[in-house]
T-cell receptor
Framework: GESVGLHLPTLSVQEGDNSIINCAYSNSASDYFIWYKQESGKGPQFIIDIRSNMDKRQGQRVTVLLNKTVKHLSLQIAATQPGDSAVYFCAETLGYALNFGKGTSLLVTP | KAGVTQTPRYLIKTRGQQVTLSCSPISGHRSVSWYQQTPGQGLQFLFEYFSETQRNKGNFPGRFSGRQFSNSRSEMNVSTLELGDSALYLC????????????????FGPGTRLTVL
């Protein structure tokens, strides 16, 4: 498949374990954040979002944590599955644009 | 409902040529955004259109341009191609117009892989 990014940080986890992917954002004025998943050969797919007035939000098997003090986001994936293997991006909003982080490659091993 | 479609999926051009990429948003969506994805720079915002108007533009040279038609389909054009323009170009659409405040969601297409030789 296509490589969507070279020299990305890589997180390798065993199937069934929990995964934590971290992201530092740049703009303290950003008020909305999104996590995307990108599989090889595909465009980014929305996973979960969070507004700046929240510090935690949960979805199905995923949780996003926001720490505005240190401008840090994390994505937690529970019971990681092989289908979770992908590149994960955090994004912050700047007006009508999304400012993406560099991405983290998640590799799930059996 | 069909997703965002982009054509062509793959394209090879030579330096100095120009190229036009096409994006068809999800039916009923009125906002289209374009992004460039490269290994070195990651995903970078190019521009966003709503109702045929460009509302925002990223930090790219004037060689990069776009437009949106009355049916919300969008095209982007790159003139005088350079080797550094080789990238995956992604289009995203949203229903009511991307506000970046959680009131709408952007859906991405699969991208057009442009290779400049």
């Amino acid at each position: 498949g296509e490589s969507v990014g070279l020299h990305l940080p890589t997180l390798s986890v065993q199937e069934g374990d929990n995964s934590i992917i971290n992201c530092a954002y740049s703009n303290s004025a950003s008020d909305y954040f999104i996590w995307y998943k990108q599989e090889s050969g595909k465009g980014p797919q929305f996973i979960i979002d969070i507004r700046s007035n929240m510090d935690k939000r949960q979805g199905q098997r995923v949780t996003v944590l926001l720490n505005k003090t240190v401008k840090h986001l994390s994505l937690q994936i529970a019971a990681t599955q092989p289908g979770d293997s992908a590149v994960y991006f955090c994004a912050e909003t700047l007006g009508y644009a999304l400012n993406f982080g560099k991405g983290t490659s998640l590799l799930v091993t059996p | 409902k069909a997703g965002v479609t982009q054509t062509p999926r793959y394209l090879i051009k030579t330096r100095g040529q120009q190229v036009t990429l096409s994006c068809s948003p999800i039916s009923g969506h009125r906002s289209v955004s374009w992004y460039q994805q490269t290994p070195g720079q990651g995903l970078q915002f190019l521009f966003e259109y709503f109702s045929e108007t460009q509302r925002n533009k990223g930090n790219f040279p004037g060689r990069f341009s776009g437009r949106q038609f009355s049916n919300s389909r969008s095209e982007m054009n790159v003139s005088t191609l350079e080797l550094g323009d080789s990238a995956l170009y992604l289009c995203a659409s949203s229903l009511r117009g991307w506000r970046g405040d959680g009131t709408d969601t952007q859906y991405f297409g699969p991208g057009t892989r442009l290779t400049v030789l």
